[in-house]
């Protein structure tokens, strides 16, 4: 069994899974948009536009990243959870927290701590939570 996080957006999914994409250096994104749904239910929710992504799925090094638009509408801002990345070297960590800060608010500056080589924390443009570090012999994960 392996949990995946199903992030929700506000119509920027696509936007945001190619810019996840080209941080990581992940393959392109399995993506099926509104448009592709049965006519029954595109029938049902006229007011959706067709480009909205109904469910898209980012393979990320040995896991997943499932999101969609929020097409129900409604759904609040991430809070209270974060998705967490350690990667094996420092440098290709920090170029990581870099990337996904652009044009989103640092929490936690990512530097050394007692745990890990370095960590970092923030929430990207598109409202998402991350956790940044180097992976540490040792550490619980």
Not at 76 to 82: D, E, N, Q, V
Not at 98 to 121: N, R
Not at 124 to 137: A, L, P, Q, T
């Amino acid at each position: 069994m392996t949990p995946i996080p199903y992030l929700t957006f506000h119509g920027n999914c696509l936007e945001a899974l190619e810019t996840y994409r080209r941080v990581f250096d992940a393959p392109e994104p399995n993506v099926m948009t509104f448009g592709e749904a049965p006519e029954e239910v595109r029938a049902s929710m006229p007011e959706t536009s067709p480009q909205a992504v109904l469910h898209a799925a980012l393979k990320i090094g040995e896991g997943w990243i499932y999101g969609s638009d929020d097409i129900m509408g409604g759904t609040p801002r991430m809070a209270g959870c974060s998705v967490t990345v350690d990667l094996p070297d420092e440098a290709r960590a920090r170029a990581v927290f870099d990337a996904l800060a652009d044009h989103g608010d640092v929490h936690m500056a990512f530097t050394p701590t007692f745990w890990s080589k370095g960590f970092g924390m923030l929430t990207d443009r598109y409202g998402i939570r991350w956790m940044i570090g180097v992976e540490s012999e040792g550490t619980m994960g």
